[in-house]
């Protein structure tokens, strides 16, 4: 594999060298989950607007130079744009790209598995929010619990994906009964199930601070049917605080941006579909990457500007703060 030559690291004016990106591949998704989208009348990107899988490539390929080495494949849904494989086999084979991964609602993994494995994926995230079938068509107004479950089965045949991530939201009044059920998986199954914090990033803007179920509680929830958790070493930059059971068969880990934010080890830069870069979930400002790399900059321009927006990326994001301003786009639009 070629040699990288060696540059300054991607690092904002606070301190934190940029380590991981997640690049949007489409904003289209064959769910509608509340918490990101509305049930109707969300337009989609004209295809032009897209990023081409060789401008995204391009692009990994300028942040690996940077030491930017773990990349991570979101939507909309991934899965539904056409010969995915594709683009990861030319990100697998991208020199300093040495972590390459991929979050899915699951749907079709079923049948694309196999192929994303011979592409070179190796990591992959199933987000599935309730093992309850009602409840399941209630959060993702989609009769496709039976689906998810193929696709994960489908995808512990495949050793090379290990761990399998298991990503649940959770919304008080709403998800507790599934939340034993959800840990329960980790305990039977090569997962680690994580549960994440609902955020305000829903397109119907009907987020409040009361439906957030705490890390807390979640692990409360766990304690009071499976026992003791035990906490486990997290790499500083991790997104989630991870636990074994106390009998040592199983994981789960807990995402908690609202109650307890991660933004001071934060590592992490955001693609979006159409090409532009967010430095943060909830940034209201975006860096147009498109436009310089369809008018031909080069390497050395790419970089000047990565490293302009890096250098604004903000301290933290002020979700429990008086005047907190929503992100300018929804989850979907953002990319996972």
Known sequence: METLTQVEPLTDSWGREIKSVRVSVTDKCNFR???????EGLEWLARAEVLSFEEIARLV?????????????????????????VLVRMLADTPGARDLSLTTNGVLLDRLAQPLVDAGLRRINVSLDSLDHVRFAELTRRDALDKVLRGLEEAERHPELRPIKVNCVAIKGFTEDDVPRLAALARRKPY?????EFMPLDADEGWRDDQVLTGREIRALIEAEHGPLVELP?????????????????????VSPVSEPFCSTCDRIRLTADGQLRTCLFSRREWDLKTPLRAGASDEELTALLRTAVAHKELKHRINEPGFVRASRSMSQIGG
Do not use: H, Q
């Open 61 to 85: 390929a300028v942040l690996a130079r940077l030491g930017v080495d773990e990349v991570r494949l979101t939507g909309g849904e991934p899965l539904v744009r056409r010969d995915l494989p």
């Open 234 to 254: 997290a790499k500083a930059s991790s997104t989630a605080k991870r636990f074994g059971f106390a009998d040592g068969n199983g994981e789960v880990g807990f």
């Open 192 to 196: 680690v199930v994580r549960f994440i």
């Open 33 to 39: 989950c509340t918490y990101c989208m509305p049930a």
